[in-house]
């Protein structure tokens, strides 16, 4: 029973040509995370949804936006594809944000960039 | 700041032998412990937890315990199979619910 479902399991673009990645998740979790994986790297978080508010990491591209239209969906856009983005996106959600919340995964999205 | 520190791998093993990887962790307060693994090509499955000192998480033969003293959340499981091959991830959330991950540590099963 798949409870965060990310499409497609594996994505190539073109260089420059802009790319959505989707999660959805049967939980009815708050809390919707996107993270980028490199090869042989640990997971980096790009940002949050809490709810409806957008949390972006500092150091977060602006190449890279997010939308939540519902509770169950988020996506994330890659504006202008470079080929120091292909990488696994992992989507994420838990509970709340407390320390005591579990962060369940889905399979990833493997992009890559031609 | 918050940081975990995992032991490099890879580590190589035969069936059935013993597995420890290592994982220290610096951290303000007392955050939640986590193992995560990765399968080839897939994303990240919770494999235990632990919220306070001296919690033993476990699953699927694999232990580790949250110890504070040494701030230090091993894993260990008795008896490996050639199915355990994966990346394994250490993992803390801090007071702001972020999760902090080690680097990995890649482990191979031979039959």
């Known amino acids: 029973d798949a409870m965060v479902i990310q499409n497609p399991r594996y994505q190539v673009t073109q260089f420059g040509k802009p790319v959505t990645l989707s999660c959805s998740q049967t939980?009815?979790?708050?809390?919707m995370y996107w993270y980028q994986q490199k090869s042989s790297q640990a997971p980096k978080l790009l940002f949050h949804y809490y709810d409806k508010d957008f949390n972006n990491e500092a150091d977060t591209p602006d190449n890279f936006q997010s939308r939540r239209p519902n509770t169950s969906f988020c996506f994330l856009d890659i504006r202008s594809p470079g080929l120091g983005d292909a990488a696994m996106y992992l989507c994420?959600?838990?509970?709340?944000?407390?320390?005591?919340?579990?962060?369940?995964f889905g399979a990833g999205t493997r992009l890559s960039v031609l | 700041g918050n940081s975990v520190t995992q032991m490099e791998g890879p580590v190589t093993l035969s069936e059935e032998a013993f597995l420890t990887i290592n994982c220290t962790y610096t951290a303000t307060g007392y955050p939640s412990l986590f193992w995560y693994v990765q399968y080839p090509g897939e994303g990240l499955q919770l494999l235990l937890k632990?919220?306070?000192?001296?919690d033993k998480g476990s699953n699927k033969g694999f232990e580790a315990t949250y110890r504070k003293e040494t701030t230090s959340f091993h894993l260990e499981k008795g008896s490996v199979q050639v199915s355990d091959s994966a990346v394994y991830f250490c993992a803390l959330r801090n007071q702001g619910g972020k999760l902090i991950f080690g680097q990995g540590t890649e482990l191979s099963v031979k039959p």
């Open positions: 994420a959600t838990s509970r709340d944000g407390g320390e005591k919340n579990i962060q369940y």
């Open positions: 939980l009815n979790h708050n809390v």
């Open positions: 632990a919220t306070k000192a001296d």
